[in-house]
């Protein structure tokens, strides 16, 4: 492939030792002139050899000039540990991108030293005229913050180690501390000037994002005349991208699409402009809609441990271990009828190796599945009018909709490990009634190696749609657990960003009781 061409190519001092920097609309580039003493630590993923870097463009945050050693800015990111020699006194700083082990990223300044102003100068302007090509960077952000969520640190969280790399990056934020539930969800619903913003960021637990999520896509059915109770109408994909600090008990959301709970990395992706489609399921009862879910829709044990574990918030995120001890032991089952209508026309299943990651072409492909006109929508009506529903009768211990692995760092694997983030699909959990040992044997594979459903007493199918009947209605749907992630606190298990999601209304399920 031909490379780009040279935007600029300096001799420049870095460390008092000379680097050769050059820049193209692809990469940052700065490699020693003299390598006497190989002394450039290796951590950098982004070096291409020892005594050469290379950061690509897109991972720049962010360049600012200093003169005569004096930053303009007076951040604790700046790390100005070597004076300059005179005949280098003109300085620029650039912060970028550093990839560590396990998805884990951080921010980095590197600072070289100039001979000539003009040349300090053209650095840091071409460089900016670089980043402005960014257009996926979102510059104007909505951000809500729990004080409430996990260990009641969004509000430390936040002004510590996400609002710096914000102003670090020039993005300005109107900061919105919740005062009760659903706060965030109606403001978004109602009062938000959505227009004004690139996107909202939640600082928060997988509650918190669903109230978000909640508020989002209610606001984008209405603003569209889609009736959320009509299980036939198409949901209209939201267009706004909804950022994840985590700030929660479990974070199953953030750590399933970034691959780590970790509130600067999630920053990092949001201010670079990952972002990663999210399916979204509608639940419905007898015609009216009740909820959406991007996670784990749980009936049966983790139903009942949510219920149970929001009673004792007090004890903090130890309340999930609590909760599923307690009903692990109650071994409460359910009567009932699933019915599931299979997605037969996916490539995978749920019991593949492959976890599904940011970029995967499974989700790529699906991401257009519904979108308006699809042929692929019209073959899902057809086959729900038709025979294509298959039914399983009988008592259950657990009845789970994974729309996402529910992964989180006490279960790295998660509850459903291969289904897709955006492939139009939930992968439906079936757990029989069984012994309570038996049933231990399946929550302990969440932790381990070993195949969760592999298990004579658990059913698992990649499904577009299900419903779900019980012999006593009435119980129903105050036992569904929701876009939470107490599936991950079991008694003995143990989830950027954030997770840069962006809810995209592709599959639509239904419960309904009759
Ligand atoms: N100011 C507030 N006071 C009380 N509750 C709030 C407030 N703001 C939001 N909430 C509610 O708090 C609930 C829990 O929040 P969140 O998801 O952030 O934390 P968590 O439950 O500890 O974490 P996780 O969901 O990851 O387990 C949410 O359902 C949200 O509706």
């Keep these: 492939m031909e490379k780009p061409p040279r935007l600029l190519s300096s001799h420049l001092l870095l460390k008092n030792r000379v680097y050769e920097v050059t820049l193209n609309r692809a990469l940052m580039v700065w490699k020693e002139l003299q390598t006497k003493k190989k002394r450039v630590s290796g951590s950098i993923h982004n070096s291409l050899k020892v005594g050469r870097y290379c950061v690509p463009v897109s991972e720049i945050l962010a360049v600012r000039e200093t003169v005569d050693s004096r930053t303009k800015d007076h ?17 620029f700083t650039v912060s970028y991108v550093e990839r560590m082990r396990r998805h884990r990223w951080r921010c980095n300044d590197v600072t070289f030293y100039c001979a000539d102003y003009t040349v300090c100068q053209q650095w840091v302007q071409t460089i900016r005229d670089q980043l402005s090509t960014l257009t996926r960077r979102p510059k104007h952000l909505l951000v809500y ?21 914000f102003s670090r990056a020039s993005i300005s934020t109107y900061v919105i501390v919740t005062e009760h539930a659903n706060h965030a969800r109606d403001h978004l619903k109602m009062d938000a000037d959505l227009k004004k913003y ?25 603003d569209s005349g889609v009736d959320q109770n009509c299980t036939d109408e198409k949901l209209v994909p939201c267009g706004i991208r909804v950022g994840i600090i985590p700030a929660g008990s479990t974070d199953c959301i953030c750590y399933a699409t970034v691959g780590i709970n970790d509130p600067v990395t999630s920053a990092l992706h949001i201010i670079v402009g990952d972002s990663q489609p999210l399916d979204v399921c509608s639940v419905h009862h007898n015609n009216t809609f009740l909820k959406y879910s991007v996670s784990l829709l749980g009936y049966g044990f983790y139903g009942d441990v949510l219920t149970d574990s929001e009673r004792k918030r007090w004890m903090g995120p130890v ?22 209508l299979p997605a037969t026309d996916v490539s995978g299943t749920p019991r593949d190796k492959t976890m599904c990651r940011a970029g995967c072409s499974t989700c790529q492909h699906s991401g257009q599945l519904c979108s308006e006109d699809s042929q692929d929508c019209d073959d899902i009506s057809n086959s729900e009018n038709g025979s294509d529903w298959q039914i399983i009768r009988g008592k259950f211990l657990a009845i789970n909709a994974a729309s996402m692995s529910c992964a989180c760092p006490r279960s ?3 509850l459903s490990p291969a289904a897709h983030l955006a492939d139009g699909t939930t992968d439906l959990i079936v757990v029989r009634k069984c012994s309570r040992i038996n049933f231990l044997r399946h929550l302990l594979r969440h932790t381990s190696k070993d195949d969760q459903f592999d298990l004579s007493f658990v059913e698992v199918h990649r499904v577009r749609k299900f419903r779900f009947t019980t012999r006593n209605c009435d119980r129903l749907f105050g036992r569904i657990c929701n876009d939470h992630p107490c599936s991950c606190n079991l008694s003995t298990a143990t989830g950027t960003a954030m997770a840069r999601s962006c809810p995209t209304p592709t599959s639509k399920w239904e419960c309904t009781a009759s």
């Design 75 to 91: 951040g604790r990111w700046q790390k100005m540990s070597q004076k300059p020699t005179e005949a280098y006194p003109y300085t």
């Design 145 to 165: 913050i729990n004080p409430y969520g996990g260990k009641q640190q969004g509000k430390r969280i936040y002004e510590e180690k996400v609002a710096p790399l």
């Design 198 to 222: 690139d996107g909202v960021v939640c600082i928060g637990g997988d509650g918190m994002f669903s109230e978000i999520v909640h508020g989002l896509i209610s606001r984008t059915q209405k």
């Design 319 to 340: 309340r999930y271990d609590f909760s599923g001890l307690k009903m692990f032991l109650t071994h409460n089952y359910y009567e009932g009828t699933v019915s599931f």
């Design 412 to 414: 790295p694997k998660g």
